[in-house]
């Protein structure tokens, strides 16, 4: 019996990031989905290296930027951090792919359940994390002003473990890609550590378009051995059973 449990918990767990097939991904209507407070100009945003890749914190006199509803069922998650994934070239350095396409660079915001006492309680816990993973893909001719508030900042952190002050509203890009009919959810790991499988993953499918000049700044950052961080996502993960789903109808 023992060993028959083992097994089952091994098909139903599973780590990140994985492909999203269409072919495999089941519809599901979930309750409308609920972001407030990512993109406020209230209080300050810090622009980081921690030597492994670029992380954004929000802080000062704002609200918390939570997210509710969905596949959270009742529970809040508070925003924690907002981190990117990029690679040697344009043509690969997102984590998800979908349909076996690959895109240039990927963001996770990593949001933690406001019903555990703190961040590294959460890492214990099946439900402990939310990510929403946003998609980005270089195009010819294409202008992202408002990502420039993160790019144009780059220089100044290319140092591991130092940081600036950037835009509280640095992360208004995410609007239009939020706003869609729908997106991809299952769960998997956060990738930190041991990797603990903790996180209900909801990736948005609209793809962001993002010069390649904005990409290659990201490249220019440097670890704590001052070599240049050309590549920091990880491989796709099986799926092991797992239900990757489609979210419908979740705005509010």
Request: with cysteine; aromatic share 12%.
């Amino acid at each position: 019996m023992t060993n028959y449990t083992e097994f089952i918990k091994s098909q139903s767990s599973g780590q990140a990031p994985i492909d999203l097939n269409d072919k495999i991904v089941r519809p599901k209507r979930f309750s409308p989905l609920i972001l407030n407070g990512h993109w406020l100009k209230d209080g300050n945003a810090t622009l980081c290296n921690d030597g492994i890749k670029a992380i954004i914190y929000l802080n000062g006199d704002r609200i918390p930027s939570m997210i509710s509803g969905g596949p959270l069922i009742n529970d809040e998650y508070e925003f924690h951090n907002a981190h990117f994934h990029w690679g040697e070239d344009d043509c690969r350095g997102a984590e998800h792919t979908i349909n076996g396409t690959w895109f240039s660079m990927e963001c996770h915001m990593v949001h933690w359940n406001q019903k555990y006492l703190t961040f590294a309680e959460c890492l214990k816990y099946r439900d402990g994390l939310c990510v929403l993973a946003y998609l980005f893909l270089v195009q010819s001719g294409c202008c992202n002003v408002k990502f420039e508030k993160i790019s144009e900042n780059l220089k100044y952190i290319q140092n591991a473990e130092s940081e600036i002050n950037i835009p509280a509203d640095c992360l208004s890009w995410m609007r239009v890609a939020t706003d869609c009919s729908y997106y991809y959810t299952y769960h998997g790991s956060y990738n930190v550590g041991n990797n603990p499988e903790c996180v209900t993953w909801i990736i948005f499918p609209v793809i962001i378009p993002i010069q390649s000049c904005q990409v290659n700044e990201f490249r220019k950052l440097k670890d704590i051995n001052g070599e240049f961080i050309k590549a920091n996502w990880r491989d796709i993960q099986p799926l092991r059973g797992r239900q990757i789903f489609l979210a419908l109808h979740f705005i509010d």
